[in-house]
């Protein structure tokens, strides 16, 4: 979402652009505009940690993996792979 | 041959060994990429079994394309794209058979909704138009309460509501660690795309912490 230049950003519009921030991807403008808002706004400072949070809780998820009996197989299907190389 | 930025040291080695016949590096690139190619079958496909034939396919498809493969992107985004090629055939399949509650998901996919909840904002007539109506809370230790089983049964929850593409983002990106051009070139997306997939995701699941942490006070 872009914002005209000059003008204060709405927190509406703030969580829209949370992403492209995290992310390092706000242009110089935008992103001082984004910046003063959090500054003064404490829905805002709040909303950005709580998404700093969930960054973290999506990273703390359990892996997934295949069962053993799957790994085996394909391991043997390697070996037939490679016996046809 | 030239290499794409991601392709890094360990991965030639792997390629070189892999072409080479040599088991233990193929073990350890179906142990290493194991995870993510499991999470990204499982967002397309419905049970943990047929996931993990989706997987099992992909590494067969990936011994099969070894020649031609020409690291132009990373290897583990080109197994990760022959992944995603398969989960999708296979999720097509499948969903011809399942209650129409599944079918609804592949309607979502295009739709522009915004990452924000339109009613938590002042409309017009209010005293600052667009700004918070019902700002959100400071959670309180967020990283203990979210590490519990209850929120993490949340966010996989909203992950699996999530239309495809955006699951698969967020898998790469927040689940995975993947940086974003990876991201990118897995799915064939623009980084701007990529970018606007994350973001919706993300926002849908942190809402849905939201509202979980609001039903379970702080014990």
């Given at each position: 979402m872009s914002t005209r230049a000059g003008e204060t950003i709405t927190c509406r519009e703030f969580v829209e652009l949370v992403t492209d921030y995290l992310e390092g991807r706000l242009p110089e403008s935008e992103c001082e505009r984004f910046e003063d808002h959090l500054a003064l706004c404490p829905g805002c400072q709040a909303y950005v940690e709580q998404m700093r949070a969930t960054l973290r809780a999506l990273g703390r998820i359990p892996e997934e993996s295949i069962s053993p009996a799957a790994r085996e197989e394909l391991l043997h299907a390697f070996r037939t792979w490679k016996a046809t190389r | 041959m030239a290499r794409g930025p991601g392709f890094d040291r360990d991965e030639a080695r792997l390629l070189v060994a892999l072409r080479a016949g040599d088991e233990a590096a193929f073990a350890q690139l179906v142990d290493g990429y194991g995870p993510t190619l499991m999470r990204l079958a499982l967002s397309h496909v419905p049970s943990r079994a047929v996931a993990e034939e989706v997987v099992q396919e992909t590494w067969l498809a990936v011994l099969d394309g070894l020649d031609r493969?020409?690291?132009?992107?990373s290897l583990r985004t080109w197994i990760a794209s022959i992944l995603l090629n398969q989960a999708r055939t296979r999720g097509e399949r499948e969903r011809r058979t399942l209650p129409i509650s599944f079918l609804r998901r592949r309607y979502d996919e295009g739709r522009a909704e915004p990452a924000g909840d339109r009613d938590r904002f002042q409309g017009r007539r209010g005293e600052r138009p667009g700004w918070w109506a019902v700002p959100p809370d400071r959670w309180e230790e967020p990283d203990e309460r979210l590490s519990r089983d209850d929120a993490r049964a949340v966010v996989l929850g909203a992950i699996r509501r999530l239309p495809a593409r955006q699951r698969d983002v967020i898998t790469m990106r927040d689940l995975s660690g993947w940086s974003a051009e990876e991201a990118c070139n897995a799915l064939g997306v623009s980084e701007t795309n990529q970018r606007v997939l994350l973001h919706r995701a993300r926002s849908k699941v942190r809402a849905a912490l939201e509202d979980h942490l609001k039903e379970q006070p702080q014990s």
């Open positions: - | 493969f020409e690291g132009r992107s």
